[in-house]
């Protein structure tokens, strides 16, 4: 608990390189904790809830569908998991809302195309279910496209 505790720190505000030095740390010692698989994802749950997770750890998406494939393997997590789901048509996914927030921290357009190609590569229903906290006409889908290009055009090696 108290290296999760310094990953959650030094997310907020430390490098890249010293969140996956403590990242990899945390993962190394996870086994040793009793209930292994619910710990894990509160760890990785924890971890991409925060607003810089996207921006430190450019294979969140690998995370995200880590998390993903755990509630939908583990019983305990998967009841979690519902309880934080809203009943009714248009009603986010959980890991759609982590994937929404996540987004944010693509910052240049090759970031933006790796996650395309990468979604191509998931199952329709994954997909659906991770562009869930989008709603048609509201203009998040334009957000979403649009955020790496405009990140990236205030730098000067933006081409």
Known sequence: MLRLAQLLIVVTTGSAES?????????TERD????????????????????RTGELFPEWLDLLLRLDSLINTEPKLAAVAASFRTEGEGSPDGIGVLFAGLIRGITTV?????????LDG???NLRERLFSAFEPGRGDIRIMV????????????FD
Not at 19 to 27: G, V
Not at 36 to 51: R, V
Not at 110 to 118: K, N, S
């Open 146 to 157: 649009n955020h790496g290009w405009m990140k990236e055009s205030r730098t000067d090696t």
């Open 19 to 27: 969140a996956h030095a403590c990242f990899e740390a945390l993962e």
């Open 122 to 124: 998931v199952s329709s």
């Open 32 to 51: 040793a904790v009793k209930g292994p698989a619910m710990f894990e994802g509160f760890m990785l749950s924890k971890l991409l809830i925060q607003e």
């Open 110 to 118: 090759r970031a933006f195309r790796y996650l395309m190609e990468r």
